[in-house]
């Protein structure tokens, strides 16, 4: 079974440009999660699909953050325009319910200069 | 105050020793805990659940503590490939997870 898939494994933007961050969940999770670690502190939740819904998007830093679930497959996150505190890891999960069953993906790197 | 409080460390330990890491939390509605383990520059994985009655895998023992508001993982026999950051995780609600900031373990030969 494939696992989770995110692209890219790092990118770096300056600041006040766009960056499109990709998961691939495992096939037939409902369930998709994005967490972010920024340097030095701890991994925090951003938001929750269930399919294409929101589920719960109450850690979402900004508006400047845009997260898309098409057609309740793959999602994509969106930080438009990057500002240097934007800098961090993006971890997307997926599972098909639940706590148990989380499976992460390696994460995406992003440095904002 | 943070929902989930560790001890960063380091710990560093030699290969054969016992290690305990604890972790306490804020948050008396959580209902599930999980220990995850981060390797450097990795994804964090799960390790294991943690029960009130306490639970042991392999080398592993976790313990609740809900009155207290505390969790514990110990590590027996520790080996090179137990170097990690270990993660407090606590569930926060409509299946989100809340982290700790993680307490990191060096094992030495």
């Known amino acids: 079974e494939a696992g989770v898939t995110q692209f890219p494994s790092h990118s770096v933007i300056e600041k006040g440009q766009t960056v499109t961050l990709r998961c691939d969940p495992i096939s037939g999770h409902d369930n998709l999660y994005w967490y972010r670690r920024v340097m030095g502190k701890e991994i925090k939740f951003l938001l929750h699909f269930v399919k294409e819904s929101k589920q719960d998007e109450s850690g979402m830093p900004n508006n400047r953050f845009l997260a898309e679930r098409t057609g309740g497959t793959y999602s994509t996150l969106k930080v438009q325009p990057a500002e240097l505190e934007d800098s961090g890891v993006y971890f997307c999960?997926?599972?098909?319910?639940?706590?148990?069953?989380?499976?992460f993906g390696s994460g995406t790197r992003l440095t904002v200069v | 105050r943070k929902e989930v409080e560790q001890d960063p460390g380091p710990f560093n330990v030699p290969e054969g020793a016992t290690v305990a890491f604890n972790c306490t939390y804020s948050n008396s509605a959580s209902q599930s805990f999980f220990w995850y383990r981060q390797d450097c520059r990795k994804e964090p994985k799960l390790l294991m659940s943690?029960?009130?009655s306490g639970n042991e895998d392999g080398r592993f023992t976790a313990q609740l503590n809900r009155a207290s508001q505390y969790i514990s993982l110990l590590i027996r026999d520790s080996k090179l490939s137990d170097s990690a950051t270990y993660l407090c995780v606590l569930s926060g609600g409509y299946n989100k997870l809340i982290f700790g900031a993680g307490t990191r373990l060096a094992v030495h030969p």
């Open positions: 999960a997926s599972s098909q319910g639940g706590y148990y069953g989380y499976t």
């Open positions: 943690v029960y009130s």
